[in-house]
């Protein structure tokens, strides 16, 4: 157990559709990262928060936003959901956002776009 | 955006053998990671390298940092139905806050 959590687990849909994926970090890490993982694509980088900033800006779409509240806590919207968004999305934190943070992963959220 | 290439894709082996993965880049990077992945689940995070040359030592796993920072190895001992899983290598530039992932080597290690 990574000690990072995410809702829910499990996401069915469908197209044109909005969703909000939920993560909660680490206790005592500031920073949080959303990442998008299909089978063609592999693990991609979509946006970094770091206490409540944005930070670092990803291959993340128009059609997706994220931010990260007070409590650390972060959420990541899809809208306008596509079959091609069906995929695992991960949510990792770290204490800071140094070059060599190390980064914790949650259990991720399968989304399904029918 | 800094490209990791992983090799290689896929290393089926029987319980016992030894293995080597490959994590190789035209960039520098200041630091490199190493995750390993089970299907469904988070990626775990493994080892961070940071110096060239450096290596590092986890039970039955070596990882090893290039000398330029470019490329780094993971081999595995003795393998074990246990090891099966997704290797990611992932690595950060000078420049960069966001880590770039490699492909992947899916594993399979056979009873």
């Known amino acids: 157990d990574s000690g990072v959590t995410q809702t829910p687990k499990h996401l069915i849909t469908a197209t044109g559709q909005r969703v909000t994926l939920r993560c909660s970090p680490r206790s005592g890490d500031l920073s949080v990262y959303w990442y998008q993982q299909s089978l063609d694509q592999g693990l991609q980088f979509l946006i970094q928060?770091?206490?409540?900033?944005?930070?670092a800006k990803g291959n993340i779409l128009e059609r997706f936003s994220a931010q990260q509240f007070p409590d650390l806590h972060s959420e990541l919207n899809l809208s306008s959901l596509e079959l091609g968004d069906s995929a695992l999305y991960f949510c990792a934190s770290s204490k800071t956002s140094g070059r060599t943070n190390e980064q914790f992963f949650g259990p991720g959220t399968r989304l399904t776009v029918l | 955006t800094q490209l990791l290439e992983q090799s290689p894709q896929f290393l089926s082996i029987q319980e016992g053998e030894n293995l080597t993965v490959y994590c190789n880049s035209s960039?520098?990077?200041?630091?490199l990671q190493w995750y390993r992945q089970e299907p469904g689940e988070g990626p775990v995070l493994l080892v961070t390298?940071?110096?060239?040359?450096e290596v590092k030592k986890l039970k039955r796993l070596t990882f090893q940092f290039g000398d330029a920072r470019k490329d780094s190895s993971l081999h595995i001992t003795a393998a074990q139905p246990g090891d099966t899983g997704l290797y990611l290598c992932?690595?950060?530039?000078?420049?960069?806050?966001?880590?770039?992932f490699g492909a992947g080597t899916t594993v399979t290690v056979r009873a």
């Open positions: 390298v940071v110096t060239g040359g």
């Open positions: 992932a690595g950060s530039g000078s420049n960069d806050y966001k880590l770039s």
């Open positions: 960039s520098v990077f200041s630091s």
């Open positions: 928060y770091y206490n409540g900033e944005e930070r």
